[in-house]
């Protein structure tokens, strides 16, 4: 029971303050009804977020979930240059082709937020997760070996999102 409050606390905060973000300069009345749809709101969201069976929210995982949309938004910046670079040298070598990855996500939801942010990622695109491994095909394939490959390919993402799930 204290950890469904906490899970709608964080929510209702989370809310209030993109609330009070959007709506910038404040007034009395904006500052109330944010609060109040905020607590709508997060009473809905709580009942959503604990039917997907989501961990419960805390800072530390607020925290390193705002560190994962970093890194998220870098190896998407870099993967978009190496491809832009791969079309305009389009004799630069390629080599296509499928890997199996494997992780060490137990939680389906973490599986499949790993496999969308390798999608997000040009150049790699997400094909099946069977258990706890992925097929991926990667644009080009510096290793076919199961603990290399799975080490370029998913480990920067999936070393934050253990401290996010775990």
Request: hydrophobic residues 55%; aromatic residues 18%.
């Amino acid at each position: 029971m204290r950890e469904k409050f906490k899970n709608f606390f964080y929510i209702f905060v989370f809310l209030f303050f993109f609330w009070l973000a959007l709506t910038f300069p404040l007034k009395k009345e904006e500052i109330f009804l944010g609060g109040f749809v905020s607590f709508v709101l997060a009473l809905f969201l709580n009942k959503l977020y604990l039917n997907l069976e989501l961990p419960f929210l805390s800072f530390r995982r607020i925290y390193f979930f705002f560190i994962y949309l970093i890194v998220l938004f870098k190896e998407i910046a870099k993967a978009n240059l190496d491809v832009a670079y791969r079309v305009i040298h389009p004799r630069m070598p390629i080599k296509p082709g499928i890997v199996i990855i494997k992780t060490n996500l137990k939680q389906n939801i973490a599986k499949l937020i790993l496999a969308n942010s390798i999608t997000l990622t040009p150049g790699t695109f997400t094909l099946d997760i069977k258990e706890d491994k992925l097929l991926i095909h990667w644009i080009d394939v510096k290793s076919s070996e199961l603990k290399e490959a799975s080490r370029i390919v998913g480990e920067r993402f999936e070393k934050i999102l253990r401290k996010i799930f775990n």
